[in-house]
């Protein structure tokens, strides 16, 4: 499901990575110096990596539901840790 409008390989970071980029994104926003074309350009980034982080924590999300429905299925034994 990858936008055309993403440069090639953009999925393939991992949410580490995204999250990383994104914390130097917003650093050097709020530190200035930077023209207006700069800035819009580190915006647009940035909202990028946020999609890549958010799309990674639905991915998450998902799986951990997926995981709580089979538990909640299987029978119950007091000696399990969850």
């Known amino acids: 499901m990858a936008d055309e409008k993403e440069p090639a390989g953009e999925?393939?970071?991992s949410y580490e990575q995204a999250r990383e980029e994104l914390t130097e994104?917003?650093?050097r926003l709020e530190t200035g110096?930077?023209?207006l074309e700069q800035s819009i350009e580190l915006?647009?980034?940035g909202e990028k990596l946020a999609a890549v982080c958010e799309e990674w924590l639905?991915?998450?999300r998902v799986k951990l539901a997926a995981a709580m429905?089979?538990?909640s299925d299987q029978p119950s034994s007091d000696?399990?840790?969850f």
């Open 25 to 27: 994104v917003v650093r």
């Open 11 to 13: 999925r393939k970071l």
């Open 69 to 71: 429905a089979r538990r």
């Open 79 to 81: 000696d399990t840790p």
């Open 33 to 35: 110096g930077l023209t």
């Open 58 to 60: 639905q991915g998450a």
């Open 43 to 45: 915006w647009e980034r």
